[in-house]
């Protein structure tokens, strides 16, 4: 569970990493929306890959009017972090304090994971949040001409 915004000067911030160990299902649903509340966000970005149609229920009975966007991971987790890697890479991402669990993944993570074999669950949620918000999905794009 994290949050991030886009600051008046275009950057992204990283603004809260509430992601806890050992929640239920309802529990880390509660936790999102009382961040997304606390926060004023404009919604909250849910990858529905694990749970389906369950994702967007238990956000919606914690808070029936909290806006969901539903996301489904296409791609392995590496790849779906290299275009926020560049983020970082270009200075395009603050950090609004310290987050020493998410940071010590993001300096861990590698293309086979963690050095752990945990999955980066922190890590994925940021790359969520920064996809949403910059719409870098790294997926191909066409432009006309």
Sequence with gaps: IVAAGRGAD?????LADRSAAR????GWARRAVALHHEL???RI???VNQGGDMVAALIRQADEAAPVEQVRATR?????????????EAGR???VGAF???EDEMCDFAAGGLSSGRSP?????????????????????VRAL
């Design 23 to 26: 929640l239920s299902p309802a």
């Design 121 to 141: 669950d922190r890590l994925d949620a940021l790359v969520w949040a920064l996809t949403a918000l910059t719409g870098r999905s790294g997926e191909a794009r």
């Design 100 to 102: 020493p669990e998410l």
């Design 76 to 88: 392995g987790k590496w790849l779906r972090a290299e275009p926020v890697a560049a983020l970082y």
């Design 40 to 42: 004023g966000a404009d």
């Design 93 to 95: 991402v603050r950090h």
């Design 10 to 14: 275009g950057l992204a911030y990283v």
């Design 45 to 47: 970005v849910a990858e």
